[in-house]
Protein backbone atom coordinates (compact mmCIF):
# COMPACT_ATOMS: atom_id res chain seq x y z
CA UNK A 1 0.00 0.00 0.00
CA UNK A 2 1.34 3.51 -0.77
CA UNK A 3 0.48 6.79 1.44
CA UNK A 4 0.32 10.19 -0.02
CA UNK A 5 3.19 12.24 1.44
CA UNK A 6 1.79 15.26 3.45
CA UNK A 7 2.49 18.08 5.78
CA UNK A 8 2.96 17.18 9.51
CA UNK A 9 0.96 19.25 11.53
CA UNK A 10 2.81 21.87 14.26
CA UNK A 11 2.49 20.24 17.52
CA UNK A 12 3.45 16.76 15.62
CA UNK A 13 6.71 18.28 14.60
CA UNK A 14 7.30 20.17 18.25
CA UNK A 15 7.10 16.82 19.44
CA UNK A 16 9.44 15.59 17.42
CA UNK A 17 11.73 18.73 18.05
CA UNK A 18 11.52 18.25 21.52
CA UNK A 19 12.51 14.67 21.66
CA UNK A 20 15.57 16.04 20.05
CA UNK A 21 16.37 18.52 22.41
CA UNK A 22 14.64 17.84 25.72
CA UNK A 23 16.14 14.03 26.83
CA UNK A 24 15.00 14.20 30.12
CA UNK A 25 14.69 16.80 33.08
CA UNK A 26 18.36 17.61 32.99
CA UNK A 27 18.24 18.47 29.26
CA UNK A 28 15.89 21.19 30.21
CA UNK A 29 18.11 22.48 32.95
CA UNK A 30 20.45 22.81 31.06
CA UNK A 31 19.09 24.71 28.22
CA UNK A 32 17.30 27.35 30.83
CA UNK A 33 21.04 27.86 32.85
CA UNK A 34 22.44 28.62 29.36
CA UNK A 35 19.99 31.10 28.94
CA UNK A 36 20.65 32.67 31.93
CA UNK A 37 23.97 32.43 31.09
CA UNK A 38 23.75 34.27 27.79
CA UNK A 39 21.31 37.23 29.74
CA UNK A 40 24.47 38.20 31.87
CA UNK A 41 22.91 37.20 34.98
CA UNK A 42 25.30 36.72 37.88
CA UNK A 43 23.14 34.86 40.29
CA UNK A 44 20.81 31.85 39.12
CA UNK A 45 18.70 29.88 41.63
CA UNK A 46 17.69 26.41 39.99
CA UNK A 47 14.45 24.68 41.85
CA UNK A 48 13.45 20.96 41.44
CA UNK A 49 10.59 19.09 42.52
CA UNK A 50 10.35 15.45 41.51
CA UNK A 51 13.51 14.61 40.16
CA UNK A 52 12.46 17.84 37.45
CA UNK A 53 9.59 15.28 36.60
CA UNK A 54 6.71 18.21 38.24
CA UNK A 55 8.78 21.21 38.47
CA UNK A 56 11.43 22.83 37.54
CA UNK A 57 12.26 26.30 38.06
CA UNK A 58 15.18 28.62 37.06
CA UNK A 59 15.45 32.27 38.20
CA UNK A 60 18.35 34.80 36.52
CA UNK A 61 18.92 38.04 37.36
CA UNK A 62 20.17 38.98 33.87
CA UNK A 63 18.71 41.44 31.26
CA UNK A 64 15.51 40.03 30.59
CA UNK A 65 13.38 39.21 26.80
CA UNK A 66 11.89 42.38 25.80
CA UNK A 67 7.87 42.91 26.20
CA UNK A 68 7.34 42.53 21.82
CA UNK A 69 9.59 39.50 21.80
CA UNK A 70 7.83 37.61 24.78
CA UNK A 71 5.75 35.27 22.28
CA UNK A 72 8.35 35.41 19.66
CA UNK A 73 10.81 33.71 21.97
CA UNK A 74 8.75 30.87 21.96
CA UNK A 75 8.58 30.03 18.57
CA UNK A 76 10.92 27.43 16.67
CA UNK A 77 14.09 28.87 15.80
CA UNK A 78 13.91 31.60 17.17
CA UNK A 79 17.01 33.30 18.52
CA UNK A 80 18.52 36.55 19.21
CA UNK A 81 22.24 35.21 19.34
CA UNK A 82 22.97 34.30 15.42
CA UNK A 83 23.78 37.55 14.17
CA UNK A 84 24.33 38.10 10.04
CA UNK A 85 23.06 34.72 9.73
CA UNK A 86 27.03 33.65 10.84
CA UNK A 87 27.47 30.19 12.27
CA UNK A 88 30.91 30.11 12.13
CA UNK A 89 31.40 33.05 14.96
CA UNK A 90 28.98 32.50 17.90
CA UNK A 91 30.01 33.55 21.18
CA UNK A 92 27.14 32.56 23.33
CA UNK A 93 25.73 29.24 24.95
CA UNK A 94 22.85 29.38 23.10
CA UNK A 95 22.35 29.81 19.17
CA UNK A 96 19.51 27.12 17.37
CA UNK A 97 16.43 28.81 18.64
CA UNK A 98 14.75 25.59 19.78
CA UNK A 99 15.41 25.37 23.39
CA UNK A 100 11.57 27.43 24.52
CA UNK A 101 9.86 25.75 21.95
CA UNK A 102 10.36 22.84 22.52
CA UNK A 103 10.26 22.68 26.45
CA UNK A 104 7.02 24.42 26.12
CA UNK A 105 5.28 22.04 23.97
CA UNK A 106 5.67 19.46 26.56
CA UNK A 107 4.76 20.87 29.62
CA UNK A 108 2.95 23.30 31.15
CA UNK A 109 4.87 26.05 30.70
CA UNK A 110 5.20 29.99 32.26
CA UNK A 111 7.88 32.42 31.53
CA UNK A 112 7.87 35.44 33.41
CA UNK A 113 10.40 38.38 32.37
CA UNK A 114 11.35 41.87 33.08
CA UNK A 115 13.98 43.93 31.10
CA UNK A 116 13.53 47.43 32.65
CA UNK A 117 14.95 48.32 36.50
CA UNK A 118 10.82 49.13 37.29
CA UNK A 119 8.37 46.64 38.58
CA UNK A 120 6.70 45.77 35.48
CA UNK A 121 6.84 42.38 33.97
CA UNK A 122 5.30 40.48 31.63
CA UNK A 123 4.27 36.62 31.96
CA UNK A 124 2.73 34.03 29.68
CA UNK A 125 1.87 30.52 30.05
CA UNK A 126 1.62 27.48 27.70
CA UNK A 127 0.75 24.69 27.60
CA UNK A 128 1.41 21.86 25.04
CA UNK A 129 2.82 24.80 22.74
CA UNK A 130 -0.74 26.82 23.11
CA UNK A 131 -0.56 29.77 24.60
CA UNK A 132 -2.74 30.11 27.68
CA UNK A 133 -2.37 33.38 29.37
CA UNK A 134 -0.12 36.80 28.45
CA UNK A 135 -0.57 39.29 31.21
CA UNK A 136 1.46 42.06 32.88
CA UNK A 137 2.95 41.43 36.37
CA UNK A 138 5.21 42.67 39.21
CA UNK A 139 8.69 41.52 38.72
CA UNK A 140 12.20 42.05 39.75
CA UNK A 141 14.81 42.86 36.83
CA UNK A 142 15.92 39.11 35.33
CA UNK A 143 13.63 36.16 33.93
CA UNK A 144 11.92 33.19 36.05
CA UNK A 145 11.20 30.08 33.97
CA UNK A 146 9.21 27.18 35.52
CA UNK A 147 8.30 23.95 34.00
CA UNK A 148 5.36 22.05 35.68
CA UNK A 149 4.67 18.04 34.66
CA UNK A 150 7.26 17.97 31.96
CA UNK A 151 6.41 15.22 29.36
CA UNK A 152 2.79 14.84 30.18
CA UNK A 153 1.88 14.94 26.62
CA UNK A 154 4.39 12.14 25.68
CA UNK A 155 3.92 9.14 28.31
CA UNK A 156 6.52 6.90 26.40
CA UNK A 157 9.00 9.46 27.37
CA UNK A 158 7.46 10.02 31.29
CA UNK A 159 8.22 5.96 31.84
CA UNK A 160 11.80 6.06 30.01
CA UNK A 161 13.08 8.51 32.65
CA UNK A 162 14.28 6.56 36.03
CA UNK A 163 13.66 7.30 39.67
CA UNK A 164 13.51 10.97 41.33
CA UNK A 165 16.39 10.66 42.74
CA UNK A 166 18.49 9.31 39.72
CA UNK A 167 17.36 12.63 37.77
CA UNK A 168 18.06 15.02 40.81
CA UNK A 169 21.47 13.64 40.85
CA UNK A 170 22.27 14.08 37.07
CA UNK A 171 20.61 17.84 37.34
CA UNK A 172 23.12 18.37 40.19
CA UNK A 173 26.20 17.22 38.25
CA UNK A 174 25.10 19.48 35.58
CA UNK A 175 24.91 22.65 37.33
CA UNK A 176 28.12 21.93 39.07
CA UNK A 177 29.35 21.59 35.53
CA UNK A 178 28.23 24.86 35.11
CA UNK A 179 29.57 26.31 38.36
CA UNK A 180 33.04 25.07 37.30
CA UNK A 181 32.98 26.67 34.04
CA UNK A 182 31.29 30.44 35.00
CA UNK A 183 33.27 31.69 38.18
CA UNK A 184 31.84 34.72 38.34
CA UNK A 185 28.28 33.81 38.85
CA UNK A 186 26.58 32.42 41.67
CA UNK A 187 24.55 28.98 41.40
CA UNK A 188 22.10 27.70 43.76
CA UNK A 189 20.28 24.55 43.83
CA UNK A 190 17.31 23.25 45.56
CA UNK A 191 16.02 19.69 45.39
CA UNK A 192 12.53 19.51 46.64
CA UNK A 193 12.65 22.54 48.64
CA UNK A 194 16.34 21.97 50.24
CA UNK A 195 19.17 23.89 48.98
CA UNK A 196 21.42 20.96 48.06
CA UNK A 197 24.56 23.14 46.23
CA UNK A 198 25.44 26.32 46.32
CA UNK A 199 29.01 28.18 44.80
CA UNK A 200 29.07 31.92 45.48
CA UNK A 201 30.31 34.00 42.86
CA UNK A 202 34.38 34.39 43.21
CA UNK A 203 34.94 38.35 42.84
CA UNK A 204 38.59 40.02 42.71
CA UNK A 205 40.95 36.75 42.48
CA UNK A 206 43.04 35.90 39.23
CA UNK A 207 41.59 32.62 37.14
CA UNK A 208 43.89 30.32 39.24
CA UNK A 209 42.43 30.94 42.01
CA UNK A 210 38.80 31.24 41.46
CA UNK A 211 39.16 27.68 40.14
CA UNK A 212 40.85 26.39 43.05
CA UNK A 213 38.35 27.50 45.17
CA UNK A 214 35.61 26.55 42.79
CA UNK A 215 36.59 22.73 42.79
CA UNK A 216 37.13 22.72 46.17
CA UNK A 217 33.61 23.66 46.36
CA UNK A 218 32.43 21.23 43.77
CA UNK A 219 34.87 18.20 44.12
CA UNK A 220 36.13 18.78 48.02
CA UNK A 221 39.38 19.31 49.74
CA UNK A 222 40.52 16.16 48.13
CA UNK A 223 40.34 17.92 44.70
CA UNK A 224 43.07 20.36 46.02
CA UNK A 225 45.52 17.45 47.67
CA UNK A 226 45.37 15.11 44.60
CA UNK A 227 45.77 17.69 41.41
CA UNK A 228 48.04 19.85 39.71
CA UNK A 229 47.68 22.64 38.08
CA UNK A 230 48.17 22.72 33.72
CA UNK A 231 48.22 25.57 31.57
CA UNK A 232 50.02 25.32 28.34
CA UNK A 233 49.92 27.03 24.65
CA UNK A 234 50.13 26.12 21.20
CA UNK A 235 49.79 28.21 18.31
CA UNK A 236 45.93 27.34 18.35
CA UNK A 237 44.56 26.38 21.69
CA UNK A 238 45.05 27.49 24.89
CA UNK A 239 44.76 24.40 27.87
CA UNK A 240 44.18 24.79 31.60
CA UNK A 241 42.70 23.63 34.08
CA UNK A 242 43.47 20.87 37.40
CA UNK A 243 44.92 16.91 36.40
CA UNK A 244 44.27 15.05 39.35
CA UNK A 245 47.25 12.44 39.88
CA UNK A 246 46.89 9.03 38.95
CA UNK A 247 46.29 7.53 42.30
CA UNK A 248 43.20 9.62 42.87
CA UNK A 249 41.29 7.55 40.20
CA UNK A 250 37.60 5.99 39.81
CA UNK A 251 35.28 3.72 38.01
CA UNK A 252 33.72 5.78 35.75
CA UNK A 253 34.39 9.12 33.76
CA UNK A 254 31.90 11.07 35.87
CA UNK A 255 34.87 13.57 37.41
CA UNK A 256 36.38 14.55 33.84
CA UNK A 257 34.96 17.85 33.79
CA UNK A 258 35.62 19.17 29.68
CA UNK A 259 35.02 22.62 28.39
CA UNK A 260 35.59 24.31 25.08
CA UNK A 261 35.03 27.91 25.21
CA UNK A 262 33.48 27.78 28.38
CA UNK A 263 30.68 25.81 27.01
CA UNK A 264 30.01 21.77 28.35
CA UNK A 265 31.47 19.02 26.29
CA UNK A 266 30.70 15.33 27.06
CA UNK A 267 32.71 14.17 24.05
CA UNK A 268 33.57 10.27 23.70
CA UNK A 269 36.15 11.40 21.69
CA UNK A 270 37.86 13.84 24.29
CA UNK A 271 37.74 11.29 26.64
CA UNK A 272 39.59 9.00 24.39
CA UNK A 273 42.31 11.69 24.17
CA UNK A 274 42.34 11.98 27.89
CA UNK A 275 42.71 8.49 28.47
CA UNK A 276 44.90 8.12 26.36
CA UNK A 277 47.10 10.75 27.87
CA UNK A 278 46.79 8.76 31.33
CA UNK A 279 47.03 5.45 29.43
CA UNK A 280 50.62 4.85 31.37
CA UNK A 281 49.49 5.22 34.39
CA UNK A 282 45.90 3.69 34.51
CA UNK A 283 44.68 0.52 34.34
CA UNK A 284 41.33 0.49 31.64
CA UNK A 285 38.78 -0.24 33.60
CA UNK A 286 39.79 3.26 35.42
CA UNK A 287 39.14 7.43 34.91
CA UNK A 288 40.93 9.55 36.05
CA UNK A 289 39.75 13.52 38.07
CA UNK A 290 40.22 15.57 35.48
CA UNK A 291 38.85 19.99 35.08
CA UNK A 292 40.19 20.75 32.02
CA UNK A 293 39.56 24.07 29.72
CA UNK A 294 40.40 24.44 25.74
CA UNK A 295 39.89 28.02 24.74
CA UNK A 296 40.40 28.80 20.91
CA UNK A 297 39.54 30.99 18.47
CA UNK A 298 35.40 30.12 17.27
CA UNK A 299 36.67 29.50 14.14
CA UNK A 300 38.43 26.54 15.09
CA UNK A 301 35.46 24.78 16.13
CA UNK A 302 32.49 23.74 15.07
CA UNK A 303 29.66 23.76 18.02
CA UNK A 304 26.19 23.21 15.60
CA UNK A 305 27.10 19.17 15.71
CA UNK A 306 24.58 18.24 17.61
CA UNK A 307 20.59 19.23 19.10
CA UNK A 308 21.60 19.24 22.67
CA UNK A 309 24.95 20.57 21.82
CA UNK A 310 26.73 18.13 23.74
CA UNK A 311 29.83 17.67 21.31
CA UNK A 312 32.14 19.99 19.18
CA UNK A 313 33.98 18.94 16.16
CA UNK A 314 37.88 21.32 16.09
CA UNK A 315 39.33 21.82 12.65
CA UNK A 316 42.39 20.75 13.69
CA UNK A 317 41.62 17.64 16.42
CA UNK A 318 45.00 15.97 15.04
CA UNK A 319 46.99 19.04 16.72
CA UNK A 320 44.80 20.05 19.57
CA UNK A 321 44.84 15.78 20.27
CA UNK A 322 48.81 16.47 20.77
CA UNK A 323 48.87 19.33 22.75
CA UNK A 324 46.24 17.80 25.44
CA UNK A 325 48.42 14.48 25.85
CA UNK A 326 51.80 15.74 25.58
CA UNK A 327 50.83 18.41 28.21
CA UNK A 328 49.47 16.08 30.55
CA UNK A 329 52.08 14.12 30.60
CA UNK A 330 54.85 16.79 30.96
CA UNK A 331 52.56 17.80 33.81
CA UNK A 332 52.28 14.51 35.47
CA UNK A 333 56.02 14.60 35.68
CA UNK A 334 56.02 16.98 38.18
CA UNK A 335 54.10 15.04 40.76
CA UNK A 336 57.36 12.70 40.84
CA UNK A 337 56.70 9.98 43.55
CA UNK A 338 53.32 11.62 44.69
CA UNK A 339 50.81 9.43 45.72
CA UNK A 340 46.99 10.25 46.26
CA UNK A 341 46.20 11.01 49.71
CA UNK A 342 42.93 9.39 50.23
CA UNK A 343 44.40 5.80 50.92
CA UNK A 344 46.34 7.73 54.11
CA UNK A 345 42.86 9.19 55.41
CA UNK A 346 41.25 5.95 54.30
CA UNK A 347 44.24 3.95 56.19
CA UNK A 348 44.02 6.07 59.29
CA UNK A 349 39.84 5.84 59.37
CA UNK A 350 40.22 1.85 59.76
CA UNK A 351 42.40 2.05 63.12
CA UNK A 352 40.29 0.85 65.73
CA UNK A 353 42.22 1.05 69.12
CA UNK A 354 41.04 0.10 72.25
CA UNK A 355 43.20 -0.90 75.10
CA UNK A 356 44.25 -4.86 74.29
CA UNK A 357 45.97 -3.43 70.89
CA UNK A 358 47.35 -0.61 72.66
CA UNK A 359 49.09 -2.82 74.54
CA UNK A 360 50.32 -5.38 71.90
CA UNK A 361 51.70 -2.32 70.30
CA UNK A 362 53.61 -0.61 73.07
CA UNK A 363 55.40 -5.10 73.55
CA UNK A 364 55.80 -4.97 69.95
CA UNK A 365 57.77 -1.26 70.00
CA UNK A 366 59.95 -1.93 73.67
CA UNK A 367 60.92 -5.96 71.16
CA UNK A 368 61.91 -3.58 68.44
CA UNK A 369 63.79 -1.20 70.76
CA UNK A 370 65.85 -3.83 71.94
CA UNK A 371 66.38 -6.25 69.12
CA UNK A 372 69.09 -6.03 66.47
CA UNK A 373 67.57 -3.69 63.97
CA UNK A 374 68.16 -0.83 66.89
CA UNK A 375 71.54 -1.08 66.06
CA UNK A 376 71.65 -1.42 62.62
CA UNK A 377 69.16 2.14 62.42
CA UNK A 378 71.59 3.95 65.12
CA UNK A 379 74.40 4.12 61.90
CA UNK A 380 71.73 6.05 60.14
CA UNK A 381 70.56 8.15 63.34
CA UNK A 382 72.72 10.69 62.10
CA UNK A 383 72.05 11.14 59.23
CA UNK A 384 68.48 10.57 59.08
CA UNK A 385 68.15 13.89 61.75
CA UNK A 386 70.08 15.57 59.49
CA UNK A 387 68.45 15.21 56.25
CA UNK A 388 65.13 14.34 57.00
CA UNK A 389 63.13 17.11 55.34
CA UNK A 390 61.89 17.63 51.73
CA UNK A 391 64.41 16.69 49.96
CA UNK A 392 63.61 13.25 51.48
CA UNK A 393 60.24 13.31 51.42
CA UNK A 394 59.77 9.34 51.87
CA UNK A 395 62.32 9.43 54.99
CA UNK A 396 64.59 6.52 56.22
CA UNK A 397 63.85 3.03 56.68
CA UNK A 398 62.97 2.07 60.28
CA UNK A 399 62.32 -1.77 59.38
CA UNK A 400 60.18 -4.16 57.28
CA UNK A 401 56.16 -5.59 58.03
CA UNK A 402 56.36 -9.05 56.54
CA UNK A 403 58.56 -9.12 54.64
CA UNK A 404 56.66 -7.10 51.99
CA UNK A 405 55.89 -3.39 53.67
CA UNK A 406 58.67 -1.32 54.16
CA UNK A 407 58.27 1.09 57.09
CA UNK A 408 59.84 4.63 56.95
CA UNK A 409 60.17 7.82 58.82
CA UNK A 410 59.84 11.11 57.64
CA UNK A 411 59.43 14.79 59.36
CA UNK A 412 55.58 14.67 58.99
CA UNK A 413 55.39 11.12 60.05
CA UNK A 414 55.69 7.90 58.67
CA UNK A 415 55.40 6.16 55.40
CA UNK A 416 54.29 2.78 54.28
CA UNK A 417 55.53 1.47 50.88
CA UNK A 418 54.81 -1.65 48.64
CA UNK A 419 57.99 -2.25 48.37
CA UNK A 420 57.27 -4.82 44.79
CA UNK A 421 54.62 -2.23 43.55
CA UNK A 422 57.70 0.39 44.27
CA UNK A 423 60.42 -1.60 42.39
CA UNK A 424 58.36 -2.40 39.76
CA UNK A 425 57.64 1.07 38.41
CA UNK A 426 61.42 2.50 38.83
CA UNK A 427 62.45 -0.86 36.41
CA UNK A 428 59.48 0.23 34.29
CA UNK A 429 60.22 3.47 33.79
CA UNK A 430 64.78 2.81 32.99
CA UNK A 431 63.66 -0.04 30.71
CA UNK A 432 61.25 2.86 28.74
CA UNK A 433 63.91 5.37 28.71
CA UNK A 434 66.87 3.05 27.97
CA UNK A 435 64.70 1.78 24.77
CA UNK A 436 63.80 4.85 23.65
CA UNK A 437 67.33 6.10 24.36
CA UNK A 438 68.93 2.79 22.49
CA UNK A 439 71.09 1.96 25.29
CA UNK A 440 69.83 -0.89 27.44
CA UNK A 441 72.68 -2.57 28.65
CA UNK A 442 72.83 -6.41 28.10
CA UNK A 443 73.82 -8.84 30.41
CA UNK A 444 75.48 -11.93 29.02
CA UNK A 445 74.67 -15.47 30.40
CA UNK A 446 77.10 -17.36 31.85
CA UNK A 447 74.82 -20.52 31.20
CA UNK A 448 72.60 -19.82 28.47
CA UNK A 449 69.06 -20.81 29.21
CA UNK A 450 67.52 -23.79 27.18
CA UNK A 451 63.61 -23.48 26.89
CA UNK A 452 61.69 -26.07 25.54
CA UNK A 453 58.61 -25.13 23.47
CA UNK A 454 55.87 -26.77 20.97
CA UNK A 455 57.11 -27.30 17.40
CA UNK A 456 54.49 -24.94 16.00
CA UNK A 457 55.47 -21.94 18.61
CA UNK A 458 59.13 -22.37 17.34
CA UNK A 459 57.88 -22.31 14.05
CA UNK A 460 56.21 -19.20 14.44
CA UNK A 461 58.44 -17.29 16.46
CA UNK A 462 60.97 -16.05 14.68
CA UNK A 463 59.73 -12.30 14.07
CA UNK A 464 59.18 -12.22 17.61
CA UNK A 465 62.42 -13.37 18.87
CA UNK A 466 63.91 -10.36 16.68
CA UNK A 467 61.80 -7.86 18.21
CA UNK A 468 62.54 -8.81 21.46
CA UNK A 469 66.16 -8.21 20.75
CA UNK A 470 65.10 -4.71 20.64
CA UNK A 471 64.45 -4.97 24.17
CA UNK A 472 67.92 -6.30 25.08
CA UNK A 473 66.74 -9.85 25.30
CA UNK A 474 68.84 -12.22 23.14
CA UNK A 475 66.93 -15.38 21.94
CA UNK A 476 67.83 -18.12 19.21
CA UNK A 477 66.11 -20.89 17.95
CA UNK A 478 67.62 -24.57 19.55
CA UNK A 479 66.25 -27.15 17.59
CA UNK A 480 62.65 -28.22 16.42
CA UNK A 481 61.23 -27.72 19.77
CA UNK A 482 63.39 -25.13 22.19
CA UNK A 483 65.14 -21.79 21.93
CA UNK A 484 68.27 -20.42 23.94
CA UNK A 485 68.48 -17.64 25.60
CA UNK A 486 71.91 -15.78 25.49
CA UNK A 487 71.20 -12.72 27.06
CA UNK A 488 69.09 -10.41 28.91
CA UNK A 489 69.00 -6.79 30.43
CA UNK A 490 71.39 -6.06 32.94
CA UNK A 491 68.29 -4.22 35.19
CA UNK A 492 66.80 -7.97 34.99
CA UNK A 493 69.46 -10.11 36.59
CA UNK A 494 67.84 -11.78 39.19
CA UNK A 495 64.76 -12.95 37.28
CA UNK A 496 63.33 -16.53 36.72
CA UNK A 497 64.24 -16.29 32.88
CA UNK A 498 62.18 -19.34 31.60
CA UNK A 499 59.16 -17.13 32.88
CA UNK A 500 60.55 -14.04 32.36
CA UNK A 501 61.12 -14.85 28.62
CA UNK A 502 57.67 -16.95 28.32
CA UNK A 503 55.88 -14.26 29.32
CA UNK A 504 57.87 -11.43 27.00
CA UNK A 505 56.98 -13.96 24.00
CA UNK A 506 53.39 -13.78 25.03
CA UNK A 507 53.54 -10.33 25.36
CA UNK A 508 54.89 -9.61 21.66
CA UNK A 509 52.31 -11.62 20.25
CA UNK A 510 49.70 -10.09 22.10
CA UNK A 511 50.96 -6.69 21.03
CA UNK A 512 51.15 -7.44 17.55
CA UNK A 513 47.71 -5.77 16.81
CA UNK A 514 48.23 -2.78 19.06
CA UNK A 515 48.73 0.04 16.10
CA UNK A 516 49.99 2.15 18.98
CA UNK A 517 53.85 1.95 19.15
CA UNK A 518 54.34 3.48 21.85
CA UNK A 519 50.93 1.39 23.79
CA UNK A 520 52.97 -2.20 22.23
CA UNK A 521 56.43 -0.53 24.58
CA UNK A 522 54.60 -0.13 27.15
CA UNK A 523 53.05 -3.00 27.75
CA UNK A 524 56.02 -5.09 26.94
CA UNK A 525 57.97 -2.77 29.50
CA UNK A 526 55.14 -3.16 32.38
CA UNK A 527 55.43 -6.88 31.93
CA UNK A 528 59.85 -7.23 31.63
CA UNK A 529 59.28 -5.32 34.67
CA UNK A 530 57.44 -6.97 36.82
CA UNK A 531 59.71 -9.63 36.21
CA UNK A 532 62.75 -7.71 37.00
CA UNK A 533 61.33 -6.03 40.69
CA UNK A 534 61.85 -6.80 44.00
CA UNK A 535 58.94 -9.70 45.32
CA UNK A 536 56.55 -9.54 47.99
CA UNK A 537 58.33 -11.57 50.79
CA UNK A 538 61.61 -10.73 50.31
CA UNK A 539 63.64 -10.14 53.38
CA UNK A 540 65.31 -6.80 52.70
CA UNK A 541 68.23 -4.74 54.58
CA UNK A 542 68.23 -1.33 55.46
CA UNK A 543 70.35 0.28 52.85
CA UNK A 544 68.41 -1.60 50.86
CA UNK A 545 65.30 -0.27 51.63
CA UNK A 546 66.73 3.31 51.92
CA UNK A 547 68.28 3.08 48.46
CA UNK A 548 64.79 1.79 47.34
CA UNK A 549 62.97 4.79 48.38
CA UNK A 550 65.55 6.98 47.54
CA UNK A 551 65.09 6.17 44.11
CA UNK A 552 61.38 5.87 44.37
CA UNK A 553 62.24 10.11 44.70
CA UNK A 554 64.68 10.44 42.07
CA UNK A 555 61.86 8.42 39.69
CA UNK A 556 58.69 9.90 37.47
CA UNK A 557 55.11 8.62 38.46
CA UNK A 558 56.88 5.99 41.11
CA UNK A 559 53.73 6.75 43.15
CA UNK A 560 51.67 4.46 41.60
CA UNK A 561 52.57 1.32 40.04
CA UNK A 562 51.80 0.03 36.15
CA UNK A 563 48.85 -0.51 37.05
CA UNK A 564 47.47 2.36 38.55
CA UNK A 565 47.55 1.31 42.17
CA UNK A 566 49.32 3.50 45.13
CA UNK A 567 53.02 2.30 46.32
CA UNK A 568 53.41 3.93 49.46
CA UNK A 569 50.65 5.27 52.37
CA UNK A 570 51.59 8.54 54.34
CA UNK A 571 50.49 8.49 57.54
CA UNK A 572 50.45 11.89 59.48
CA UNK A 573 52.04 12.50 62.79
CA UNK A 574 49.36 14.84 63.69
CA UNK A 575 46.83 11.68 62.72
CA UNK A 576 48.53 9.19 64.37
CA UNK A 577 48.14 11.35 67.68
CA UNK A 578 44.53 12.06 67.30
CA UNK A 579 44.35 8.04 67.28
CA UNK A 580 45.91 7.72 70.73
CA UNK A 581 43.98 11.09 72.13
CA UNK A 582 47.10 13.10 71.80
CA UNK A 583 45.15 15.53 70.32
Not at 466 to 491: C, D, L, M, T
Not at 525 to 550: F, K, P, Q, T
Request: hydrophobic share 40%; with cysteine.
Amino acid sequence: MTFKIKILPDFVVNKIAAGEVVERPVSVVKELIENSVDADSNKIDIHIRGGGKNEIIVVDNGLGILEDDLLLSVRRHATSKILNENLTNISTLGFRGEALSSISSVSDFFLSTNSNNNSLGFEINLTAGKLKSNKPINKVRGTTIKVKNLFFNIPARLKFLKSDNYEALLIKRIVQKFSLSFLDIEFNLFIDDKKTFQSPAIKEKSWDEKLLLRSTKVLGEECLDNSIKISEKSEKFLIRGLLGIPTFNFSNSNNIFFFVNNRIVSDKSITSIIRVAYRDFLTHDRFPQLVLFVDCSSSEVDINVHPMKHEVRFRDLQSLKSLIINSIKKNLEKTNHLASSINSKKAINQFIFNEEAQEKIFLKEKKIKSSQFESKYSDHKKNYDAHVNSQYPLGFAKTQLHDTYIISENKKGIVITDQHAAHERIVYEKLKKDYYGNEIKRQILLIPAIIELDNLVVKNIEKTIKIAHQYGVKIEIFGNNSIIVREIPVILGNCNIKEFVLDLIDELVETSNIDSLEEKINKVCSSMACHGSIRAGRNMEVDEMNDLLRRMEDTPFSGQCNHGRPTYVELKLNDIEKLFGRK
